[in-house]
């Protein structure tokens, strides 16, 4: 069994230990469970006793496991499709960011540094995502009406979401709280450059010496780097350069072979059972 999520998948989990015994099991832990679930719910943390191997999707995830629970962790990298980088045009830059409104994202961040920047005619902000908050939407929309260089484009099909990233210069990534970002992953694998938040879901994927980090919820830290991406051809360069050598990191045959090895692992040599339901 594969389980996707341990506090969410924790019925099954306990039913499959139950009617299967030893049978090999995986817990796949998401952005949630790391950062917030099993430090607090009783559920997700039986689901980690419980599994022979615990997948996380950032290169930092198993730092957040008990010490006792580490040699089961390991690491595989969600993957997309390649998709060609474009010619972008030098009359402005354009920002996105990609990401549902609710608080994990964070928002406002991006919000406020686009209100640090409304006077630069030579920059652009979108931001793509559905308002799960009702609050946040009204903030957004308010947002794109006070600012003339914001459009707030609502939720989008994911091919649009796609080529959006692949005709912006840089992808703005804000979140509190991520297990490993597929927009991220998405930026990377377009040629992309990112500036993200400097939490591990992202520093995981991104690599420790990413140089376009900000810390949570500093507008001020990235209205300066979205600043330098546009006055600093240098710098544009290089977050691209690095974005063409991690791209590798998440093709779909990395994801694949690194998923088969823990499979593998399990079918030809399960674990002994530590815990019983």
Known sequence: ?????????????????????????????????LYRDIAVDADAQRSLQLADALVVLNGHGTQRLPASLQARAHVVLQSCTARRALCKTSRHLRVLMVGHLRDEKDPR??????????????????????????????EAARVATRLPNFRWLGPQPHEV????????????????????????????????????????????????????????GDDAALATLIERARDEPAMLVDLQRRAVERAPLFAPEAEREALMRIVRGLIEAPTERRETP
């Open 1 to 33: 069994m594969i389980a996707l999520h341990a506090r969410r998948s924790a019925a099954s989990i306990r039913a499959w230990r139950a009617q299967r015994g030893s049978a090999p099991l995986a817990a796949v832990l998401t952005g949630t469970d």
């Open 109 to 138: 961040t991006y919000w406020r540094a686009a209100e640090r920047l409304a006077a630069r005619g030579d920059l652009r902000f979108d931001h793509i995502g559905g308002s799960l908050d009702a609050a946040l939407g009204e």
């Open 161 to 216: 979401v796609r080529r959006h990233i692949q005709a912006a210069h840089v992808l703005a990534h804000t979140s509190r709280m991520e297990g490993g970002a597929h927009v991220v992953i998405e930026a990377l694998r377009s040629g992309t450059p990112v500036i993200a938040s400097r939490i591990d879901g992202n520093l995981g994927l991104l690599g420790d010496d990413w140089p376009a980090s900000f810390d949570v």
